[in-house]
């Protein structure tokens, strides 16, 4: 049985929900940690209710912090099980918030920070039905190699439109992975856009969220506020 995750909410302004956010934090850290964006995208978003669900598990290197998977070789084949152990916890999660708002995948968005992000592309590309879009920030494609394999998945609809964010300085996740993202899902003609904020380091700056919540709002084929255009 997978286990049960839930976390911090924020509710669509206009108390009537048509989108769906999901935030994913990164290792050592919990939903608090990325709730507080909803409050800057919501004005984009009135109709969009926003969720960051806690890790499943404690995180031993980082006390009262969770984590989605162990890092502790912190390679490639760790991630690639570790994101492969996590999903059905997510899937598990993304299904029952759906259902309890009346949506379905194409009102949907993942939101993901470093190990989130990694989450959230994997999950994002392998839903029987795609969301409506996944923004990763500070985060790395994992199993770039098994890409052909999710799109060849009977089921599997069109792949989410995917943005990529990542700081020049990021000393934790090392900036090439936006690149080596960006490059690998080009290969399998899933559409990716990316932002390089020029001296970041392992975070989200002004300009990171900014090009997110307009990204989410353009997914979502939302109105915009007058003199605000919208990455497409």
């Known amino acids: ?3 049960l995750i839930d976390g911090p909410r924020l509710a669509a302004k206009s108390r009537k929900t048509k ?3 999901v935030f994913l934090h990164g290792y ?3 939903g608090t940690d990325l709730i507080a964006i909803a409050k800057q995208w919501q004005p984009f978003m009135p109709d969009t209710a926003f969720v960051s669900p806690n890790a499943p598990d404690p995180c031993v290197q980082a ?3 969770r984590q989605w998977f162990p890092l502790t070789m912190r390679d490639p084949e760790e991630r690639w099980v570790g994101v492969n152990k996590a ?3 997510l899937n ?3 299904d029952a918030e759906l259902e309890r708002h009346g949506l379905d995948d194409s009102k949907l968005a993942l939101v993901g920070f470093s190990q989130g992000t990694m989450l959230a592309l994997h999950v994002g590309l392998r839903r029987a039905k795609a969301p409506a879009g996944v ?4 985060g790395a494609l994992v199993g770039p190699e098994h890409l ?3 799109s060849a998945r009977k089921g599997v609809s069109k792949s989410p439109a995917i943005l990529l964010v990542h700081g020049s300085e990021d000393d934790v996740i090392s900036p090439e992975a936006l690149f080596l993202g960006a490059e690998a899902l080009a290969q399998a003609e899933i559409p990716c856009q990316w932002h390089f904020s020029a001296g970041l380091g392992h975070g989200i700056d002004a300009a990171g969220l900014t090009h997110g919540g307009l990204f989410l709002a353009n997914r979502f084929n939302l109105k915009l506020p007058d003199g605000v255009k919208a990455r497409t």
């Open 1 to 3: 049985m997978a286990a």
């Open 19 to 21: 989108q769906l956010v």
């Open 28 to 30: 050592g850290a919990d």
């Open 63 to 65: 006390p009262g912090g």
């Open 87 to 89: 999903a059905p916890v």
């Open 92 to 94: 598990g999660f993304l």
């Open 135 to 138: 923004v990763g920030y500070s």
């Open 148 to 150: 052909a394999e999710a």
